[in-house]
């Protein structure tokens, strides 16, 4: 099991997100937040927006160019906004390996695909969470996936590989602007992405001054 650092500093809030569910809050500007996949080979779906302006959303593929690491995400990455506002870095990482190509899992592509009726995804915990803050459809936008492994072959193949993750893993970020953070704890059971078993995951949020 991976052992995660000490945390110092004020916690401001310390979750446990159920199997399946949705979670979300404004992480303020030098906020850390730590996302802790406790049983292990749990994808973590996970969008943000600037929390100031709804329009500048998580930008995958300029995070991607700007930080010039491929298509997975680690330590050192900054996530980027369409408007290129840094929004959040990773600053500790025990996984190595966090997808943003693959988009998260719906009831539309969960039929599309696997041929399964009223089976929802994570698009519907992201548009349930999001309708909080007055946002919907035109407010998504192609999202992470914590602790998720997407694999693309030499000819250009990729699907849901298997996940690789191990209990205990955890990747901490640092908020570089005051960011709304949106997760849904993937509960996808139809592809081996949470190894047919969606699990709980662990979500705390402290001050470090």
């Not at 292990?40 to 300029?62: M, P, S, T």
């Not at 369409?82 to 390996?97: E, H, K, N, Q, R």
């Not at 590989?161 to 960011?179: C, F, M, N, Q, T």
Request: proline share 5%; hydrophobic share 35%; charged share 20%.
């Amino acid at each position: 099991m991976s052992e995660q650092p000490t945390i110092t500093g004020n916690i401001i809030e310390d979750t446990t997100i159920a199997a399946g569910a949705p979670w979300s809050r404004v992480i303020n500007k030098d906020e850390m937040m730590r996302i802790v996949d406790l049983e292990g080979k749990q994808a973590v779906d996970f969008l943000c927006w600037n929390a100031q302006d709804h329009e500048d959303r998580y930008a995958a593929a300029d995070t991607m160019k700007i930080n010039k690491t491929g298509i997975f995400l680690t330590t050192g990455t900054t996530l980027y906004s369409v408007g290129l506002t840094p929004l959040l870095t990773i600053v500790a990482d025990s996984c190595g390996f966090h997808d943003t190509i693959g988009g998260c899992c719906s009831a539309d592509l969960n039929k599309f695909r696997y041929d399964v009726d009223n089976q929802t995804g994570c698009r519907e915990n992201f548009l349930s969470e999001i309708d909080k803050y007055g946002m919907g459809k035109r407010d998504m936008s192609a999202n992470v996936n914590f602790f998720m492994y997407v694999p693309v072959a030499e000819n250009g193949d990729m699907d849901m590989g298997p996940s690789i993750s191990k209990p205990g893993d955890y990747v901490d970020l640092r908020a570089e602007s005051d960011v709304l953070a949106v997760i849904s704890n993937c509960p996808q059971i139809n592809n081996p992405v949470n190894d047919f078993n969606p699990t709980p995951v662990q979500v705390t949020v402290w001050n470090p001054a």
